[in-house]
């Protein structure tokens, strides 16, 4: 399949398979729920290549050493892209979860402050890494993670996500760090 194709049933899966959950976890929030996703092999399979596409460069070579994924969906979305690139995987956790000496980067929440922690030794210095999340949101969590990144004297080389909401300026906080989303909502 061609990366165009990859892509579109990407985004074919995301439209039949993505559902719109109002006002949870609070008052306000329409939550993306991607669960009728996973459950749908094909629909997953879609999904997972068009986001390692953001891992390769235009004649298809592997140009990342390494995907880290958020707690939690991201976890879920990034260990298949790594396996699909054929590089290894690391987890960005909430704080106190991961057990070894760890970075770690507090962050602005809409409201309140968060954590986020990487194991000092998950990423090489030097290595590039794919940052993969369901939803880019704020991107407050995107960006704590490619500080993480750096912290380890690695390179945030991409950033890619299902889904960005189209009415916050997620991609601000990311930088220069190449953003690639399959759907703007
Ligand atoms: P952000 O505001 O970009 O830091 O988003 C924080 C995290 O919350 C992301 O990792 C998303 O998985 C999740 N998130 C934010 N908004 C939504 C939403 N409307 N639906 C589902 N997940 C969301």
Do not use: N, W
Not at 84 to 94: D, I, M, N, T
Not at 153 to 179: K, N, S
Request: hydrophobic residues 50%.
């Amino acid at each position: 399949m061609s990366g165009r194709d990859v892509r579109a049933s990407a985004v074919d899966a995301l439209a039949r398979l993505v559902r719109d959950i109002p006002d949870f976890p609070e008052p306000g929030i329409v939550f993306k729920d991607i669960t009728p996703l996973l459950a749908d092999a094909a629909g997953f399979a879609a999904v997972v290549a068009a986001l390692a596409e953001a891992g390769r460069d235009e004649r298809g070579e592997v140009v990342v050493d390494k995907v880290v994924g958020m707690e939690a969906r991201g976890f879920i979305l990034a260990a298949p892209v790594a396996l699909a690139l054929g590089v290894g995987f690391a987890p960005v956790r909430k704080a106190g979860k991961l057990p070894h000496a760890t970075h770690r980067v507090d962050y602005a929440l809409e409201y309140g402050e968060a954590v986020l922690e990487l194991h000092q030794d998950a990423v090489a210095p030097g290595d590039r890494v794919l940052l993969v999340d369901d939803v880019l949101a704020t991107g407050g969590t995107a960006g704590a993670t490619c500080e993480l990144v750096r912290r380890c004297g690695a390179e945030p080389a991409a950033f890619t996500a299902l889904m960005e909401l189209g009415f916050l300026d997620g991609r601000a906080p990311l930088g220069e760090v190449p953003v690639r989303t399959l759907a703007t909502v």
